[in-house]
């Protein structure tokens, strides 16, 4: 059971592992796209990632 990874628009294009992890022990990059659906898990590690969805505000206050 892994947890769901949170991601933001500043954290776009998603890519598997992150800069956080140690790149020693871990898979190849790869390139997630997790923007059609709105989830996505990696075919390497099985991490799976889900978007935050912007609030209707930040399009309101934006005069969009």
Known sequence: NQKIIAIDKKDLPLFCPS????????????????????TVSCPYCGARYKLN?????????KGM
């Open 53 to 61: 969805k912007l609030t209707p505000c930040a399009f309101v206050a």
């Open 19 to 38: 800069q956080k992890e140690n790149l020693f022990s871990s898979h190849p990059r790869v390139f997630l796209d997790i923007t059609k659906t709105g």
